[in-house]
């Protein structure tokens, strides 16, 4: 299950739970060491089943402290990164997976001296992952902006977030260089700093199918009403299962 999720502008469909937990974590998650300490490997399972039986389970509802659904923060971000892996699309669970795009942006990262803004629109023209993986992108990159802001408290900065999100970034398999680990690194910042370029890179619109028809016959029934039969050209098979509807007659 989806839920609509607005980032400047654009509407992205984002999975439910992800959605719920980080909205529950930007307003409990004011505390040290957010997404680098780890929850109760329990609790965790527990609520990661929960979610993924159950998308429509509310955090808020749920009276942390009691005896049969305690949680902690760290609980929820530690499912928040189990539920990620699970909703990216691709064999190893990543954003980018594929070995060519990593390469094209390692080169790009490796010879890159200039700005992060010009290295975000660098690396997003390379970019071609799917439109789960590309949503769930521009999500979390926004989102961990937004976390950023309480670094006060949580010391949790976009460099140790950056650190601690990477391997959801990129195939770390594939990079064997530490240079260039912290070269890639250099971008998940970019990305998490200027989320709003990457959005307005990336964001694909929202395109509704539409179906074309074609008018078959009109049959006058009534001075009133007029019986219009139609046919799909979305698929010639079925021009043959034509139905018929009803239309006001409209008065010159």
Known sequence: MSVSVNLNEHTLSIPKPLHTCFSYLLENGDIEGIFRVSGSVKRVNHFTKEFLANPDLDLNKLKA????????????????KRLLSNYLKGSNSVIVDNSDQLSQIQQ????????????V?????ILDISHNNTNILLYLTCYLKKMSKLDKTTHMNIFNLAIIFQPHFFNSE????????KKFRNAIEAYIEYCDILVEELARPIVQPTVKVKIVSVIKSSPAVEIVTIATEKKPALLKRAFSMSVKRLKS
């Open 65 to 80: 402290g009691s005896d049969e659904l305690v949680f902690t923060v760290h609980d929820i971000a530690t499912v928040f």
């Open 174 to 181: 594939l990079i064997n260089d530490l240079e260039d680990l």
């Open 121 to 125: 629109r660098k690396t997003c023209s």
């Open 108 to 119: 790009v990262c490796q010879k890159f001296t200039g700005s992060p803004v010009t290295l």
